[in-house]
């Protein structure tokens, strides 16, 4: 049961979440985050120098991920395979991997559905539309991989009406299908970062997942949208961002609900 005199708390910290310096053993009871995207053309283009860095970043994230979560508890990582020049790189399946070689048990996955109509990199499909010929078929990606984890076996609490889950808009919104469709975060005027997922990832998963008081874990914050949405559903969020740049953004999307004594803290090393 939560302590109710506990503070919520938001800790960004800029620093490689490699290696979770700050956050002692078995200290979060979520995490939920988005890595970027291997190489992807325009966002991250030639940010790894090949792919075995890239999962060399993964494993370590992966790694420390499983050190600071507790028993029982729910690890969410949202992710894509990814066309690099013409080659298609099996991110989903890696990360999977990784995640199990870690420690983890495989718990689920949902595919976010994107709404039609958005096509992000280029109209690969067209192709066949060209040479209506066997062989030329490249499909339009809708999806991404919502991939969920688990530290060995939960020992479920009595229940908590605070942290209680809406079964109107579970049943409404259909949460409990494998597919979610949700629309993307298409960078703003306002908010010129060009990664962001949609808060609806977020805030299902911490409803889902966590409850009231409990500290979630981003270790890629990039613009901070898990922060925020840990913030309206009265969780505690720790952030790891390697770039300080985007502290003013982060601000900008955390600060608007701040209430006396519940601010951001910004620390790097
Ligand atoms: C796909 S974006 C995350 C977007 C975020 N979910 C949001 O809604 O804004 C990935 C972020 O990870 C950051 N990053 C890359 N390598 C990192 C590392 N080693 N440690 C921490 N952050 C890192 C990038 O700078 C980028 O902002």
Not at 27 to 40: D, E, G, I, Q, R
């Amino acid at each position: 049961m939560r302590n109710k005199n506990a503070q919520i708390f938001n800790k960004v910290i800029f620093a490689s979440c490699e290696q979770m310096l700050e956050l002692a053993d078995e200290s979060v009871h979520l995490m939920v985050t988005s890595p970027p995207y291997f190489n992807a053309p325009f966002d991250y283009q030639n940010v790894f120098p090949d792919y075995e860095s890239y999962l060399r970043l993964i494993r370590n994230f992966a790694r420390e991920t499983f050190r600071v979560l507790q028993k029982g508890r729910i690890a969410v990582v949202n992710c894509d395979d990814m066309l690099v020049e013409g080659e298609k790189y099996p991110i989903v399946a890696d990360v999977t991997r990784i995640f199990l070689d870690a420690g983890f048990r495989y718990r689920d996955k949902i595919i976010w559905k994107k709404p039609e109509g958005y096509i992000r990199i280029s109209r690969r499909s067209g192709l066949l539309l060209q040479h209506p010929y066997p062989m030329y078929f490249y499909p339009d990606n809708l999806q991404e991989s919502i991939l969920i984890f688990q530290k060995g076996k939960y020992k479920y609490p009595p229940p908590n009406r605070e942290s209680m889950v809406d079964k109107e808009e579970y049943l409404r919104q259909k949460w409990f299908l494998s597919v979610w469709e949700m629309t993307n975060q298409l960078p703003t005027g306002k908010e010129d970062y060009p990664a962001a997922f949609p808060p609806a990832l977020p805030y299902r998963i911490i409803k889902l997942f966590s409850n009231v008081g409990e500290v979630v874990l981003d270790p890629f914050l990039g613009s901070g949208t898990t922060m925020k949405v840990a913030r309206e559903t009265k969780r505690s969020c720790i952030g790891y961002e390697i770039d300080p740049s985007l502290r003013p953004i982060i601000e900008a999307k955390v600060s608007p609900n701040a209430v006396a004594g519940n601010l951001t803290e910004f620390l790097s090393r």
